[in-house]
């Protein structure tokens, strides 16, 4: 077993996300209304950022403690239902990635876009 695997500290999903045609819209609005149900499957945080230099380009952050809470949203039905409700609003193959923390931070005092938004206060 690899010291990754013996790490304690929770793991972030990332899925990237492609829009089709004149989807942009449309798949940020399911992500956005998907990525909350995380929750109930174990899910500590969630964020979901979409590019501005390209508005078709999406990128769905979900932290987990175990990998198989993943799987069980991923596998779940809210999940599988909303992609094949959705499957011609991106491309596939869909890939996502179980990554470790290695840091983080922020400057003190500062409110962060995604303490904004649990706030209430983002745009």
């Avoid at 508005?55 to 909303?82: A, C, N, P, T």
């Avoid at 890939?95 to 290695?102: A, E, F, G, R």
Wanted: aromatic content about 18%; charged content about 20%.
């Amino acid at each position: 077993m690899s010291t990754t695997d013996q790490r304690k500290s929770p793991g972030m999903v990332q899925l990237p996300w492609y829009a089709t045609g004149f989807r942009g819209d449309d798949l940020e609005y399911a992500l956005g209304q998907i990525t909350p149900f995380s929750v109930r499957y174990g899910a500590l945080s969630y964020m979901v950022y979409r590019t501005r230099d390209d508005r078709y380009s999406m990128l769905q952050i979900i932290e987990f403690e175990h990998k198989y809470d993943w799987d069980r949203f991923w596998y779940g039905d809210e999940f599988v239902d909303m992609r094949a409700q959705c499957s011609g609003w991106y491309q596939v193959p869909l890939n996502y990635v179980w990554s470790d923390l290695v840091t983080s931070g922020s400057l003190p005092g500062a409110t962060t876009f995604a303490a904004a938004v649990t706030q209430g206060n983002g745009s």
